[in-house]
């Protein structure tokens, strides 16, 4: 009894438990279809906006193509009509007004193709520049791009490939629009033949219309895909480039080379399964529109044998259907384009509507430029270590020692605001960085990273881009040594860096983006191991400039430099239970065992 009694206990357990995941499961399929809903309308809504932006431009383009499309159309007709006058008038006289009514006819034709297709290509370029300009000042916003959204590499494809694909919309209605012009103009001279004729052509849309959809969904998936490989391939080569000469460094050029061949082979097949669809869309259409033309052909020649329809009348049948098979394809060509057009606005929408990694705040209160501000750390978690309390008075200059790179790096993310602790604050001058937004945290806290980019340009270019005024460059360039970089270098301060500073050795990039950060003179400046790539005797005269120069400027040094360390005002050593040590970097030395293992190390 009590078996049968557990045996009904675990039966209903594992219904209770198959219950559950069922509607997990359904749960997880719901937010699935919500999510892939709420993206496509946010595409949508991105190719509507690449319409819209120009649209006075683009139908007027779409009316000129409207015409060329019709008379084009109105050739067969005339063709017909000439032959029917030859044949039953016979006068030469007519046939020279005929041929010039024809040329007449080509010249509308052509100057309507071009003045609209120039017309049209300029609201597509229009619109990409639109679009890389929006997704430029999204990388840019203060807010921040979350994961992969941010990756430099995706971003670059998103902003080139991806918004030149959703721009070609404009062309794509362009196409559309003179195709179903030529299909309507085409249906109404074939009713004035024949209402059959005309019938017969307006039932051919249906088949061609029904292919299109059908291949429509799947398209719009593998174009999705064959970007997303392409924005990976980009990401990687971006990847490689950006450390290739650490690579060559270490040896790891083989290793690197195929890592971005997998991504390039896995972009290729992805091209390659895209490419295959639509062949198979061309040629399902091509067969549709090739029974299409034969059957009008043959129905067109039965009426001409049986007198239904006259000898000229036949040649405009016969000659129309040969012309309906251009606009069938352009009509699929712009639903291809169009396939594309959606998937890449899916990825496009997805870095214009990604989150802000850090939420916006209020204006930073109103303060003097010229004094130097507090900053206050109060029971700061950062990665494992913490929490931290931590005072850094105005105009002081701290040196920080931090026992986990991990922990390093969330640390200037906080100082710099591009993401907010999960606990403790930071405060400048008592107001919390929360609180005020990030552009205008940044615009007090500098954080000058050790692995600071240069931009392209030149050395003087770099060190003043953000510089208070010529006297700010001239002392900066001094005390980061960069004045000494510029000397060596063939045209002084204004030889080229090169890209990323490609054309600098690494210690010398280190002085010019030090230098760029002091020439900045912002009120309160973290730089985080500037000088990892100097040489001993550049670093400590370096170390006595830096701290001659931000004299009654709030500093922070975040570094395990001793010549750095040396010349602070004080040390702050952070480890897991929050500060561990504090003191003058020659004290630090003789009393915090841990302080000195890492100095002599």
């Known amino acids: 009894m009590r078996a049968l009694t557990r ?8 219904g209770d438990s198959a219950h559950r995941l069922r509607t997990r499961d359904a749960r997880t399929a719901g937010d699935s279809t919500h999510h892939s809903r709420t993206r496509d309308a946010r595409a949508r809504a991105l190719v509507r906006r690449a319409l819209a932006e120009r649209r006075g431009t683009l139908l007027l383009a779409c009316a000129l193509c409207v015409v060329h499309q019709a008379a084009e159309a109105a050739v067969p007709l005339a063709i017909g009509l000439i032959v029917d006058r030859a044949v039953r008038t016979g006068s030469g006289h007519a046939m020279v007004w005929s041929v010039v009514g024809l040329a007449l006819l080509f010249l509308v034709l052509s100057g309507s193709m071009r003045i609209g297709g120039r017309l049209a290509k300029g609201a597509a370029e229009a619109a990409e520049h639109d679009l890389r300009l929006a997704v430029t000042a999204r990388v840019l916003a203060p807010g921040g791009l979350p994961g992969r959204a941010g990756a430099s590499g995706e971003l670059l494809s998103t902003a080139t490939s991806d918004a030149g694909r959703v721009s070609m919309m404009n062309a794509a209605v362009w196409f559309a629009a003179g195709a179903l012009g030529a299909i309507v103009a085409a249906a109404v001279i074939l009713f004035l033949t024949s209402v059959a004729l005309g019938l017969l052509v307006i039932a051919g849309l249906v088949p061609v219309v029904l292919v299109s959809r059908a291949v429509a969904a799947p398209l719009i998936r593998r174009s999705g895909a064959e970007q997303a490989a392409a924005a990976r391939a980009a990401g990687t080569a971006a990847d490689l480039m950006a450390g290739l000469r650490v690579l060559r460094g270490i040896g790891a050029e083989r290793v690197a080379a195929a890592r971005y061949r997998r991504a390039s082979d896995a972009s290729r097949d992805a091209a390659v399964r895209a490419a295959r669809l639509n062949a198979l869309r061309a040629a399902a259409v091509l067969a549709v529109t090739g029974v299409f033309v034969a059957l009008v052909a043959l129905v067109a020649g039965r009426m001409a044998l049986h007198g239904s329809i006259t000898v000229g009348q036949f040649v405009t049948a016969v000659t129309m259907t040969q012309f309906l098979v251009g606009p ?12 594309r057009a959606r998937a890449s606005a899916r990825r496009l929408a997805d870095v214009l509507d990604a989150p802000p990694l850090v939420a916006g705040g209020g204006p930073a209160p109103a303060r ?7 900053l206050d750390v109060t029971g700061l978690r950062i990665g494992g270590l913490g929490p931290v309390d931590l005072r850094v008075a105005p105009g002081e200059l701290v040196g920080l020692v931090l026992a986990d790179e991990p922990a390093t790096a969330d640390l200037l993310d906080y100082l710099g605001r591009r993401a907010d ?13 929360t609180a005020v937004e990030p552009a205008a945290v940044r615009a ?37 040594a960069a004045d000494e970089v510029a000397a060596s270098l063939p045209d002084g301060a204004d030889s080229p860096v090169g890209e990323a500073g490609a054309l600098l050795s690494g210690g010398q990039r280190q002085r010019v983006a030090l230098a760029r950060a002091l020439a900045a003179d912002p009120p309160v400046l973290v730089l985080h191991e500037p000088t990892t790539a100097v040489d001993s005797v550049t670093e400590a005269r370096i170390a006595e400039r830096l701290a001659a120069l931000r004299a009654g400027r709030t500093t922070l040094l975040v570094t395990g430099s001793p010549a750095l360390l040396a010349v602070t005002d004080r040390v702050v050593v ?28």
């Open 7 to 14: 045996a009904r206990r675990d039966a209903r357990t594992a």
């Open 328 to 339: 069938f394809n352009v009509i699929t060509h712009a639903t291809a384009m169009a396939a």
């Open 574 to 601: 952070i480890g897991p239970e929050g500060v561990e040590g504090a003191g003058p970097h020659h004290r630090l030395l003789h009393t915090h065992d841990g302080y000195r293992a890492a100095m002599l190390a």
């Open 421 to 433: 602790p999960p606990e403790g604050r930071i405060a400048l001058d008592g107001v919390p960085l």
């Open 444 to 480: 007090a806290i500098l954080v000058a990273e050790h692995d600071g980019v240069l931009f392209s340009g030149s050395l003087r270019d770099n060190v003043t881009a953000a510089a208070r005024d010529e006297a700010a460059v001239a002392a900066a360039m001094d005390a980061a």
């Open 368 to 374: 003097d430029r010229e004094a130097a501000p507090a």
